[in-house]
Nanobody, 116 residues
Framework: QVQLAESGGGLVQPGGSLRLSCTTS????????WGWYRRAPGTHRELVAA???????SYADFVKGRFTISKDNAKEMVYLEMNSLTPEDTAVYYC??????????WGQGTQVTVSS
């Protein structure tokens, strides 16, 4: 069974930065597009950024220019560099497949709190 594990969240002041990491438990990395998602309190989970198996990237409008998704194919890891964070970015962040409707079992996520 595929297990996804996110890390790197924390408490940061507005304008600060964080780097999130995601590991997978099986060699399913290269066959999939990968995405970072987030769920803020009282909202639905939404896609933040995605990277295809070929390396093409896309971003939600609300993070464009601030967040960067990247992958390390050798380590089978996905990263999300987050800069210029605002309180509106406060959420639990998850990684998962972004290949069509395929989603593996969601991990625990990593909490990002942006507050002064």
């Amino acid at each position: 069974q595929v297990q996804l594990a996110e890390s790197g969240g924390g408490l940061v002041q507005p304008g600060g930065s964080l780097r999130l990491s995601c590991t997978t438990s099986r060699s399913i990395f290269s066959a999939n597009d990968w995405g970072w998602y987030r769920r803020a309190p009282g909202t639905h989970r939404e896609l933040v950024a995605a990277s295809t198996s070929l390396g093409d990237v896309s971003y939600a409008d609300f993070v464009k220019g601030r967040f960067t998704i990247s992958k390390d194919n050798a380590k089978e890891m996905v990263y999300l560099e987050m800069n210029s964070l605002t309180p509106e970015d406060t959420a639990v962040y998850y990684c998962n497949s972004a290949s069509g409707s395929l989603r593996y079992t969601w991990g625990q996520g990593t909490q990002v709190t942006v507050s002064s």
